[in-house]
């Protein structure tokens, strides 16, 4: 555990059976709270546990098998005090993460939002199963949901939010909930933002900068894990051939009679070679599974950029809007018509309009250009507001995430020592046995 | 008389002569060391045709020092096969390597001889040795064509392969104590050129070769009636042994094919991480970290692939090559009894001349004698150089991939020392099984 100054109240995770990559994550995260903004987790443990299958009709009343997650949470104080109470705990499904996550990006906009582990396995090598049902698969699915949940409760923001807590504490009812919050009518349509990005003339330049470098992320990182998994394919291959050495060295030995026993020992070791290659890779997988939460955060990073450019664009159609109302009063006033209108062609087709017509329009227009002013004051407050609030987070998250693959650059590095530091204790022991030969 | 081209062919080199040279080829089989029939008879075992060589086994004995132990201190002949070079004839183009012979022997009238051979000769020289100690196991030469994975028969590394192989055939017989004695291997060391072809025309005729293929097939469609227990037990063994080694010899350049093809995405892996250094500013030094030990690790890996293929397969494969041999010699020998059990039988059941029948009769017998004790004695040899060889390439393997994985270790672990800041969180995590 990470000692820092205080941060006694925070403790991580319940869950006693802990592997080296989730104490890992969870040490990781905790050094994300030491920071001086409050968190959930100053008050709470939280843990996602098992993982169970159920059975049920789904929205079009056909059966389906699905996977529920057991959550857990503790209030801090209670382990502190000596007692450790056992936790609260409720079940929720993946769907549910996903619709605790959408309501999340709508109503807070401007954070860089968690990214969810992937709903069913992609970049894989072709010995690690891709099918969602497989136990390797959901127990990292369940590592990874654990992780969401941290990253949620250490967020100063986020951490705060009732449906989040509501989420962690009651099974029933959240989902009626969180509909009823709205969010899906305040969610900005994929159109719209699409249509704001291609038309917004000046938005913050940081924005666009961090839009550029969240594809490049993306494509790096998106090339590095199918290599990775490539190699891992590979390395597979190598290791599981020198099983056969076990069998043949064995089968051998039976027929001589001074190499009979160095062959044997030495095809034992060549076995357990053969062997070893499974813990390995699927340590490696860990690693594999931080850099992916990290590809998947370029997507959350691009709905910020998006969201900027969509209140820019809104600020910049709300000026645009009352410039030409107040070039329109200024016409009307002046009587010259600079623009182009249908009314103006039709009225001097037509005839002028009488005085009274031109005083009710001005005053049509000036109403117009005051709520115009209001609008454009609001839209650009509101875009002051998203520019200042995201761009702390974006630094929040930088930082997190310069850290975190640091951490994993690092871990990286630790398993392959491991690795060679087995390969030597392997082939130091089979040279032994040759000796005896 | 073959015109040496300047092109030399060095181990390196890969040689862009033209691969049809089939005209070397012409008079030999395909089958190299296998199924060599006794071609005659007076020049067998028992009795010796040629002047040097001497007329009994005993005789034979007093000739040359019987060592049980083939040290090299006690080496009195040093032989090295190297510097291939290229032919080129108007009807073919061959190798041809210098055969470099020191020796003190008495027989030889020089202390040291240099010759070239190629391998058309050391295929003539096998046969006749072979022909003369019919049960003596004589090490295999490299095939003619290797045939997995090599097109190029004038590739370097094929070249290399074979010099080796032929170094190695010419020591084993150097340290055979009745095998180094023979007349046609003094001959293949000390005589030029044009003194080797007009020895080789000695011998009998190719006709006379034919017909005693003929009788000797004749014999072991009959086959033997009373192997000794000793000769089946070896036959068994060997039956094992071959489809022991076989495996093995698959299994290693399997091993070798998986090992290139993880060499080839580890060469793409390090590049990624160099790629995603492009748009990192704080990470940018450690994922250029990463990116170099693994390239570093991949010239390990290279290196290590480099080795298996030069040390452990030749020697798998010679040994695959060793059991056919042995598959023959065993076979010769059940010919040899065959031959004297079907006059054997011939004597009582058939009215023939009783005194000259019974004459060939007991030199039939001494001949079976004789093989008898030509394999028992050669085979221990062969066992213990087998144990030798094998053990010593084995331990080379292991040896080597100890190596690997240390400079590996090396290259990670300096990578590391780089990077931590807080050294003892870390090191918890080194003890996790």
Known sequence: ?437 | MSRTIDAVVSPTQTNTIPADISGQMLDLDEDDDLEVFSKDLTLADGNMFNASMPTSPGSMVNQCKFEEDEESDSKDIFITVDNPESHVTAIETFITYRVLTKTTRSEFDNSEYEVRRRYQDFLWLKGKLEDAHSTLIVHPLPEKFVVKGMVERFNGDFIETRRKALHKFLNRIADHPILSCSEDFKVFLSAQAWELTTYKKQGPGFLSRMGETVRAVANSVRGVKNRPEEFTAIQEYVEDFSNKIGSLDKVTQRIVKEQKEYLEELKEYGPTYTLWSGSEEELAEQLKGVAGCIERCCKETEEQVGHLSDTLVPVLHEYVLCAETLKAVLRRRDNIQAEFEAKNEALATKKVDRDALKEEIDKLEDRVEWANNALKGDWGRWQRSMRGDLKSAFLSTAEKNVDYYEKCLAVWETFLLSQRTEPSEETDRDNTP
């Open chain 1, 1 to 437: 555990m990470m000692a820092d100054s205080g941060s006694e109240e925070i403790a991580v995770i319940g869950n006693t059976d802990l592997t080296s990559a989730e104490l890992e994550n969870n040490i990781k995260n905790t050094m994300v709270e030491i920071e001086k903004w409050t968190s959930l987790l100053r008050k709470m443990e939280i843990s996602v546990g098992e993982a169970e299958k159920r059975t049920g009709k789904n929205t079009v009343n056909m059966q389906e098998i699905y996977t529920v997650y057991l959550i857990e949470t503790r209030p801090v104080d209670a382990v502190t005090e000596g007692i450790i109470p056992a936790p609260d705990s409720l079940w929720r499904r993946y769907s549910e993460f996903e619709l605790l996550r959408n309501y999340l990006l709508v109503t807070y906009p401007f954070v860089v939002v968690a990214p969810l582990p992937e709903k069913r396995a992609e970049i894989v090598w072709h010995k690690l199963s891709a099918d969602n049902m497989d136990p390797d698969f959901v127990e990292r699915r369940r590592v990874g949901l654990e992780n969401f949940l941290l990253r949620l409760a250490s967020h100063p923001v986020l951490c705060n939010d009732k449906i989040f807590y509501i989420f962690l504490t009651e099974e029933k009812g959240w989902k009626e909930m969180v509909y009823e919050t709205g969010f899906q009518a305040k969610a900005d349509s994929r159109l719209k933002a699409m249509n704001a990005a291609f038309r917004v003339k000046n938005p913050d330049k940081r924005f666009t900068e961090l839009k550029h470098y969240s594809d490049e992320l993306q494509a790096v990182v998106s090339q590095l894990l199918r290599v990775r998994a490539r190699v891992a394919d590979r390395l597979y291959g190598v290791y599981k051939v020198h099983g056969n050495y076990g069998r043949v060295f064995s089968e051998w030995s039976a027929i001589e009679k001074e190499m009979g026993d160095g062959l044997q020992s030495a095809g034992h070791h060549m076995d357990a070679y053969a062997a070893s290659v499974d813990d390995i890779l699927e340590e490696e997988e860990h690693y594999a599974d931080q850099l992916k939460e990290y590809l998947f955060y370029t997507e959350a990073l691009r709905a910020v950029c998006r969201k900027h450019e969509l209140t820019q664009f809104e600020l910049e159609m709300a000026a645009q809007d009352l410039a030409s109302k107040k070039q329109q009063k200024e016409e009307l006033v002046t009587g010259t018509v600079r623009t182009f209108s249908l009314k103006g062609m039709t009225s001097k087709l037509f005839g002028q309009e009488t005085a009274e017509q031109r005083e009710a329009k001005l005053q049509v227009l000036e109403q117009q250009i005051e709520e115009g002013e209001e609008a454009v004051k609001e839209k650009n407050t509101e875009s002051d507001e998203f520019v200042k609030t995201a761009w702390i987070d974006i630094e929040h998250f930088k930082d997190q995430k310069d850290r975190d693959l640091k951490e994993a650059l690092i871990s990286y590095a630790i398993m392959q020592i491991s690795r060679c530091k087995k390969g030597i204790q392997v082939w130091t022991n089979a040279k032994e046995c040759f000796n005896k030969m």
